[in-house]
């Protein structure tokens, strides 16, 4: 057995129950004895059988679809707190409008990034679903042990992709590189030579994709960033306010910068909040962009220059791309990209040139 791929009827076997006993395990049914049931998923467990579920949301030529189909929305368990559910909130619009249109139920999982077990995360989801829609910061390691047990389950990322050339992912996506360095070079049509930068941890695809845009910018303008305008930030509030008192402790105030540029609107708004505090006034003192346009961007004061992000055209395309999927109309793994735009509003100061 152990030269061998196992299957239900080995489970069956070890269990000494029946086949039809194991599926009804394998699918949550009810009416199966408490025992049993614990029985059979231990030795699921032990022997890392992985059930055939997913041949069940692929469609074949002869198999006509159900009136609706069912997409599961896997959100990384740091995506529903805070700020954060300010911006995929919006993508989730998306979602639903778009799988209205599709005739598509939706159901959510939340996943611990820290710590989960992927086969029983697998069986639930697959067991439920026609395919993924994942997104929020961290869930890109779920998605790729979910790949590398079954590749052919319906998938796309959405504000990520895939680093690895040999890893091919179905991905939606901002062009961040492009609109973060828009907005750098923004910064300097204004005059501002002294540029800062909060950014966020080097895994979140998106924001390091801010990031190397922000110092393309800089380096075509001859503009040299000193260490210390670099500060790490948690995407988050509290990161950025930490970022920017860092900031004041540690920079002489003859080099100190005279704009910052954060990866996303929570972390340019807690950077705004940590300097009004310490007497600098926005933007006369420093200017400040963000980089998303949360509704709150604009109800800040100053109201907060950013990039806007079609955030719900995010939802739709994963959507219609799913779609595509399930039906077999694309097998390929394909990248699609939305366009931002650079929104002027108050935290940024024209200097004289």
């Known amino acids: ?191 501002h030579k002294k540029i800062a930068i909060v950014k966020g941890p080097d895994e979140y695809i998106s924001a390091y994709d801010r990031f190397r845009g922000f110092l393309e910018a800089l380096k075509e303008a001859h503009l040299h960033i000193p260490e210390e305008y670099i500060e790490m930030g948690n995407l988050e509030y509290d990161g950025g306010y930490e970022a920017a008192l860092r900031m004041i402790k540690k920079i002489n105030k003859k080099n100190f910068p005279t704009a910052i540029f954060c990866v996303n609107d929570f972390t340019a708004i807690g950077v705004k909040d940590a300097f009004e505090k310490n007497g600098f006034l926005i933007p006369e003192d420093i200017s400040i962009v963000g980089f998303d346009n949360v509704e709150l961007a604009q109800q800040v004061v100053p109201a907060l220059t950013t990039v806007d992000v079609p955030k719900e055209e995010l939802g739709r395309l994963a959507v219609r791309r799913l779609n595509d999927l399930i039906y077999g109309k694309d097998s390929s793994k394909i990248c699609l990209t939305v366009f931002a735009r650079l929104i002027e509003r108050e935290s940024v100061k024209v200097l004289k040139k």
């Open 1 to 191: 057995m152990k030269n061998r791929k196992i299957t239900i009827k080995d489970i069956a076997q070890l269990a000494k129950v029946s086949i039809a006993t194991v599926s009804r395990v394998i699918n949550n049914y009810p009416f199966v004895d408490e025992k049993t049931r614990k029985k059979v998923l231990k030795l699921i467990e032990e022997y890392k059988y992985i059930p055939n579920l997913a041949a069940k949301a692929l469609p074949s030529k002869s198999t006509k679809l159900p009136y609706k189909k069912c997409i599961t929305i896997v959100i990384a368990d740091r995506a529903k707190y805070g700020f954060a559910n300010l911006f995929f909130s919006k993508v989730f619009y998306g979602i639903m409008d778009e799988s209205v249109e599709h005739k598509y139920n939706l159901f959510t999982k939340i996943i611990k990034t820290s710590k989960y077990d992927i086969f029983e995360e697998m069986n639930i989801i697959v067991n439920h679903s026609d395919g993924i829609i994942a997104m929020g910061y961290g869930v890109e390691d779920f998605v790729y042990e979910i790949i590398k047990i079954n590749n052919s389950f319906p998938i796309v990322l959405i504000e990520s992709y895939s680093k690895d050339p040999f890893l091919k992912i179905n991905s939606v996506l901002v062009n961040n590189f492009e609109a973060a360095y828009s907005a750098t070079n923004y910064l300097i049509r204004c005059g």
